[in-house]
């Protein structure tokens, strides 16, 4: 799988886009990007994922480079309840293929 | 339609017990994988099972640990003899179908405290 390289933290203001990059420029054609997020003591929730296209959905959106080395994921309209570790994963298809999470982005929404 | 359903969510056991973990998928979902988190640590996998079948375990200690994933029933994480290094937040995530071109769930974990 390639590997991702995303900011340590971040911050973003209440009501604001909080746009989270995510670099994976050794990605290879046939593999997803994957978006999870870990609000404390809570397991890893399921954002958003795609392969080539940009992708939506009601949680956010997902741009994705025309040369696919990197992405980014948009929460339009950031609340409190979306501070979290942000899980940017790339993930080869395969029949055995699994999540292996990194360190992630800290994003701290505030007042 | 329910998440992922994880129970207990909270085990303590003395050293040398067994804990047995359990793991009900989404309905209709037929792989299930598992997941630690030790304390102030990432999530590591351990094993991926289908209905009956284990598929990859390459996460899983050799010694202590084994994962099943019965006909009928829920997934089962057994340890074995734990000792205090168990200590974690076990997760388990289920899909519909192949990953990654279905994404998993996860559930909200079993915290084991071995004292």
């Known amino acids: 799988d390639a590997k991702t390289t995303q900011p340590t933290s971040m911050d973003c203001a209440e009501g604001r886009a909080a746009n989270l990059p995510c670099n994976h420029s050794t990605i290879s054609g046939n593999e997803y990007v994957y978006w999870y997020r870990q609000i404390h003591s809570q397991g890893p929730q399921y954002i958003i994922h795609?392969?080539?296209n940009n992708e939506t959905n009601e949680m956010a959106s997902l741009i994705i480079t025309e040369d696919r080395k990197s992405s980014t994921l948009i929460l339009p309209h950031a609340t409190l309840r979306d501070t979290a570790v942000y899980y940017c994963?790339?993930?080869?298809?395969?029949?055995?293929?699994?999540?292996?999470f990194g360190t992630g982005t800290r994003l701290q929404v505030t007042l | 339609n329910a998440g992922v359903m994880q129970n207990p969510r909270h085990l303590v056991r003395r050293r040398g017990q067994e804990a047995r973990l359990r793991c009900s998928p989404m309905?209709?979902?037929?792989?299930v994988y598992w997941y630690r988190q030790l304390p102030e640590e990432g999530l590591k996998f351990m094993v991926y099972l289908q209905k009956e079948n284990i598929i990859d375990e390459s996460g899983m200690p050799k010694e202590r640990f084994s994962a099943e994933f019965p006909k009928e029933g829920p997934s089962i994480l057994r340890i074995q003899q734990v000792v205090r290094g168990d200590s974690a937040a076990y997760f388990c995530?289920?899909?519909?179908?192949?990953?990654?071109?279905?994404?998993?769930?996860f559930g909200n974990g079993t915290r084991l405290t071995v004292t």
């Open positions: 795609g392969l080539k």
């Open positions: 309905k209709g979902h037929s792989h």
């Open positions: 994963i790339v993930v080869l298809t395969g029949t055995a293929s699994k999540l292996t």
């Open positions: 995530a289920s899909s519909p179908g192949q990953f990654p071109m279905s994404p998993l769930h």
